[in-house]
């Protein structure tokens, strides 16, 4: 279906949808682009609706490259992430 609002647009609602839905929301994030383009949209409704820090979840396959581990650890630093990270045998 054609919808006449931007891919972004149309991705914020659809955020929008989920928090309205649920009690509890957790980005999953792997520390690339698009987990990466949904917790920074993620950022912008909780931001608008005084939500908090996000909840994310990192699940540490122990074979990332150390640029993706660098960066993930960057992310679970920011005042604005709430994330709990899993390394799992």
């Known amino acids: ?5 931007s891919v972004v647009d149309a991705a914020r609602q ?3 949808h989920v928090y309205d839905t649920f009690d509890t929301v957790c980005v999953q994030f792997s520390g690339g682009k698009d987990s990466s383009a949904v917790l920074y ?3 912008e409704v ?5 939500l908090g820090p996000v909840k ?3 699940r540490d396959e122990e074979f990332v490259s150390p640029a993706v ?4 650890t960057y992310i679970s630093k920011q005042p604005w992430v709430d994330m709990e990270w899993y ?3």
Do not use: Q, S
């Open 1 to 5: 279906m054609f919808l006449d609002m």
């Open 69 to 72: 581990d660098e960066y993930v």
């Open 14 to 16: 659809r955020i929008r």
């Open 41 to 43: 949209l993620a950022k």
């Open 56 to 58: 994310v979840i990192f």
């Open 46 to 50: 909780h931001e608008e609706r005084g």
């Open 87 to 89: 390394c799992l045998p």
